[in-house]
């Protein structure tokens, strides 16, 4: 077996893993990526769009934002269309002038692997994390099996960013996790479509058909989704099943029509709350998707996942700099309280917007609640500054 000696082993080189790497090596500290994934797969997971303020300067600060500055779409609003009616939500007037920038979580994964790649620090694409050891003693350590074969990482610290479905949450002691657990019972089918966005901003719309949302990746690329039933699967919602019904519930009085085109990609996403608790043991430290799902209604996912790494990094840098541990201590606290209000906020997003056929009482619950989130500036001011940056409140 190949031993490989670091001081922080990164399990996963998603967002989360990524930038971790990126920030701990520009500070001098070694560090080793294992990605269960080749690039390639990596680089096209189609998947969030939306990054919030003070996540976008966070990948700016860590070097990785030249391209996303220079492609990335800056949004200033948002629309709610419900009663075949456009409401627009003022993000930046709302929010102290913040706005979000559209902009592919699959384009920042390629801008922090093409860093990593030209920095020669290691990404070991292809290779899966099998157990995570000695996480409570002087060293740990994360086994993977690799192109070449069997590979031991020791080191002080494993980073786990893996996501829901990799190996760091499962080696926390089960009498020490708590996991809670919400199920929606609704998915979101998700396109990429060669098409032009039909409007500058994006659109959360909320039909008696169900819900759709309108994003855009670049003036030619629309992303849109569907809230459609946890039992669909693709081979149900042919293209032209998918057009008429984003046609159907995007339709206004005055903007009847949607621009279609070519779809480039795919998927059905189940929409899942789930949080974990705590988010270190000994070693090993939970960051992103590991540690917690959002349902994406509010686009929190990525940027949840990457200001976890925020407060990682600064623990981390702290104890190499000989600083102590207090932030490393104090790491799933600061950040469980972010995700719990992440998760009020999806939660909120998600039961405004998603009907529930046959329950009349729920969906006038819905529909109160989005109307007053529409029309009155408290809920309003509340609902973009959540939006558009989290931490601003
Ligand atoms: P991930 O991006 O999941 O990265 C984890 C990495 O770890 C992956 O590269 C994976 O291959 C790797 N890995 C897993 N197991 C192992 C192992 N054993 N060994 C080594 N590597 C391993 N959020 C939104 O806000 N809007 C959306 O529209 C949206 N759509 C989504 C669609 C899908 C299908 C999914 C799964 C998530 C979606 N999200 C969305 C959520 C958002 O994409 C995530 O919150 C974000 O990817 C979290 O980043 P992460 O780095 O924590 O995890
Ligand atoms: C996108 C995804 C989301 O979950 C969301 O709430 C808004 C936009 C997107 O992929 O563009």
Redesign the pocket.
């Known amino acids: 077996m190949e031993e490989i000696r670091t001081q922080v082993a990164i ?7 990524l930038l971790l790497g990126q920030l701990l090596s520009r500070e001098g500290i070694d560090t080793v990526v ?4 080749s690039r390639e797969y ?1 680089e096209r997971r189609v ?4 990054i919030e303020f003070g996540i976008a300067n966070l990948i700016e600060e860590a070097g990785a934002g030249e391209r996303m500055r220079r492609e990335g779409l800056v949004h200033h609003g948002v629309e709610f269309r419900f009663d075949r009616q456009s409401h627009r939500i003022p993000l930046s007037e709302l929010a102290d002038g913040r706005s979000i920038t559209v902009y592919g ?1 699959q384009e920042v994964v390629k801008d922090l692997v093409a860093l990593r790649v030209k920095s020669g620090a290691p990404l070991l694409f292809d ?4 157990s995570l050891g000695d996480l409570t003693d002087n060293r740990a350590f994360v086994d ?1 099996t690799g192109p070449a074969g069997p590979v031991r990482v020791w080191c002080d610290f494993v980073a786990g ?3 829901s ?3 760091s949450h499962r080696a926390l002691p089960s009498d020490v996790v708590r996991r809670h657990e919400r199920t929606y019972p609704f998915s ?1 089918l ?1 396109i990429l479509a060669e098409a032009p966005p039909a409007t500058e901003e994006l659109i959360y719309g909320r039909h008696e058909r169900g819900f759709v949302l309108y994003s855009m990746r670049s003036p030619t690329v629309s992303r849109l ?1 569907l809230g459609v039933s946890p039992h669909d699967s693709l081979d149900q919602w042919p293209d032209e099943r998918i057009w008429e019904e984003i046609g159907l519930r995007l339709a206004t009085d005055e903007q009847p029509e949607v621009v279609r085109g070519p779809i480039l990609d795919r ?1 059905i ?1 189940a929409m899942r709350s789930i949080v974990i608790e705590p988010m270190r043991h000994g070693r090993l430290f939970l ?4 540690a917690h ?1 959002v349902p ?1 209604t509010g ?7 990457l200001a976890d790494v925020r407060v990682l990094f600064a623990a981390m840098r702290a104890h190499f700099l000989g600083e102590g541990d207090a932030l490393l201590d104090a790491y799933s606290a600061t950040c469980l309280e972010r995700v719990w209000r992440a998760e009020e906020f999806s939660n909120y997003m998600t039961q405004m917007l998603h009907p529930v056929v046959g329950d009349g009482f729920e969906n006038g619950v819905q529909l109160a609640r989005l109307r007053q989130a529409a029309r009155t500036r408290e809920a309003s001011t509340v609902l973009a500054r959540n939006y558009v940056d989290l931490n601003s409140l």
Not at 11 to 17: D, E, F, L, N, R
Not at 287 to 290: E, R
């Open positions: 399990v996963g080189a998603g967002p989360a893993g294992l990605e269960q994934r990596v998947r969030a769009g939306v979580q290779s899966d994390v099998t993977a960013c893996d996501g479905f990799g190996a979101w998700g989704y998927g996403t960051a992103g998707d590991a799902i994406p686009a929190k996912g990525m940027n949840l996942a």
